[in-house]
């Protein structure tokens, strides 16, 4: 079957580093998108990773290992506005497989 | 400005009728996608085109039916067969890269209540 996972909900401090992870099982792989997606909106692009590594944009990076069905999302000095749904999405056989998405809370 | 619009932003219906809901870009992308979202949840795939008049059923295509007849315009009708239609709708399209993603970008959504 196809199985993408993420935490459910995470809560982390305004100015902190948080760190979103993502495994899947998918039948095949072209690439793993992060989407953010705040409450009551549609969701907005990220970034897209096909090969393994880190790639940083701003104060949020992804990293991506094939190898281990593995991703993360890392987003640097927190503000509240970071306070939203992260949606991981896996590619495969040029099919979006969506995962729940994981519900960052920040506090003060 | 390119982008997608729905139409409306909200929509209240009576239970047994059916209602049509409306996703246009001029983005000139050539696939276009419908997808649910319910509270909590992730998004579900309810139908996708990919070119003008094809489109092949999602994972919960049941009690919905679409129509492609411009690249622009890709209406969803909500039925009275669906069971549980309340729910979040977004509309989404997507073009190609050279990496074989097809990044999706998404309309504002229409928020469906049903009583």
């Known amino acids: 079957g196809q199985n993408i996972d993420q935490p459910t909900e995470m809560t982390a401090t305004e100015g902190a580093i948080v760190q979103i992870n993502c495994t899947y099982q998918?039948?095949?792989?072209?690439?793993l998108f992060w989407y953010q997606q705040h409450a009551g909106e549609a969701p907005t692009f990220l970034s897209y990773?096909?090969l393994d590594g880190l790639e940083e944009k701003g104060r949020f990076s992804s990293f991506l290992s094939r190898s281990k069905g593995y991703s993360y999302l890392l987003l640097k000095e927190l503000q509240m506005k970071d306070s939203a749904s992260y949606l991981c999405?896996?590619?495969?056989?040029?099919?979006?497989?969506w995962g729940a998405g994981t519900k960052l809370i920040i506090k003060p | 400005d390119g982008g997608i619009t729905q139409s409306p932003k909200y929509l209240f219906r009576k239970e047994g009728q059916n209602v049509t809901l409306s996703c246009e870009q001029n983005?000139?992308?050539?696939?276009m996608y419908w997808y649910r979202q319910d509270p909590g949840q992730g998004l579900r795939l309810i139908y996708y085109?990919?070119?003008?008049?094809?489109?092949q059923k999602g994972d919960i295509a049941e009690g919905y039916s679409v129509s492609r007849e411009k690249k622009e315009s890709f209406p969803l009708t909500v039925t009275s067969a669906q069971k549980n239609p309340t729910a979040f709708y977004l509309c989404?399209?997507?073009?190609?890269?050279?990496?074989?993603?097809?990044?999706?970008?998404f309309g504002p959504g229409t928020r469906l209540t049903v009583l």
């Open positions: 989404a399209s997507s073009i190609r890269d050279t990496l074989g993603g097809d990044t999706q970008y």
């Open positions: 983005l000139n992308h050539d696939a």
């Open positions: 990773n096909v």
């Open positions: 998918t039948s095949g792989f072209n690439g």
């Open positions: 085109s990919q070119i003008v008049n094809d489109f």
């Open positions: 999405a896996v590619t495969s056989n040029y099919q979006l497989i």
